[in-house]
């Protein structure tokens, strides 16, 4: 399948990406890839099942191929708030906008700095009733911008 991302600015601050060819997305930051290829996974996910429910309805030909020619993804890098504009593995928690409770959570599993998440694995972090996916998947792309990561998951 062939997707291409192009960046096309927005009336709002943020800027969504146009996936059209597999090039574009190798043009993606680091931590920008998994998110979008997520994203992408859901909406075509999500389009099939439209086009199952128009096949059932006799909106769509039984035999009309499936087509998914473009995806425009929003990143989420404005969620939650911004990040400080110099982050490093020093920065402090405190720094990174997220809820409350989430925070709690960080500081009682002893993380104070993001250096501390990569002593540890998502598993370990998404025990916390505080920590959802989203924050995780934040956390995950903070990490990276910054070269860590967290520990592989234990089998």
């Given amino acids: 399948m062939d997707y291409r991302c192009r960046q096309k600015k927005q009336e709002e601050p ?14 993606l930051p680091p931590e920008e890839l998994l998110p979008c290829l997520r994203a992408l996974r859901d909406a075509i996910g999500e389009a099939r099942r ?3 429910e128009d096949r059932r309805e006799g909106r769509v030909a ?10 425009d993804w929003y990143p989420r ?7 400080p504009a110099r982050v490093d593995p020093s920065t402090p928690i405190e720094e990174i906008p997220m809820r ?24 370990e972090l998404m025990v916390k009733e ?5 924050t995780a ?17 234990r089998s």
């Fill in 62 to 71: 039984a035999d009309a191929p499936f087509s998914f020619p473009a995806f």
């Fill in 130 to 134: 505080s920590i959802g996916r989203h």
């Fill in 100 to 123: 409350t409770g989430a925070r709690a959570a960080l500081n009682s599993l002893g993380i104070f700095y993001l250096e501390d998440l990569s002593a540890i694995t998502e598993r």
């Fill in 77 to 83: 890098g404005s969620r939650g708030g911004e990040l």
């Fill in 137 to 153: 998947e934040r956390l995950r792309e903070v990490l990276l911008r910054v070269g860590l990561d967290f520990l592989p998951n």
């Fill in 14 to 27: 943020n800027v969504s990406r146009r996936i059209e060819s597999v090039q574009d997305l190798a043009q």
């Fill in 50 to 52: 439209k086009r199952a």
